[in-house]
Structures are given as structure tokens and as C-alpha cells.
């Protein structure tokens, strides 16, 4: 969870309301959608880099294309491979 708060906050366009969302993906995070939380393929793309710069998470882009969930990402940053 504090990966994808970290990618998602330094981000050039973080998601409006990060501590809301914070609150909302601790409780129930397969009830949020990646595009309710402000991600167009952009702001996906910087958040995987920044996954992978900042913590070593590797997600190829074909992954990156069949997540749509919060719960998906999460459950995909805790299953992916360090570099």
C-alpha cells in the first residue's frame, strides 16, 4: 500500500484527494478502479516507473495493460519480481 501511495503521489498529475483515497484503498480496494482514481495510460506509466525506479517493482507493459483495479495493482506489487 505505501508503494503505491508513494508512486501515486509524486506523479506530474497525483490523483485529487490522496488522503481520501489512502482511506478508501486500506478499506476496500477492489472497489476502486484505477480510472476513479485519476489514472489515464499517462499517469499509469508514471506510477509503474516510478514503482520500478524508486523500489525496484518490475510490471511489464502487457501487465500494466490488464490491471484496472487498485486491489490488481496492489496484489500484482506484492507478487512482482525486485530488480
Known sequence: MALLLAALASISVPPPDLDKWMLVLRSEPAHVTLEELGLD??????AYITLEIDHGVLITPEEMASLYSADQLLCRIAAAPRA
Do not use: D, K, P
Request: hydrophobic share 35%; net charge neutral; aromatic share 0%.
Open 41 to 46: 495510460s499517462l499517469g499509469r506509466m508514471e
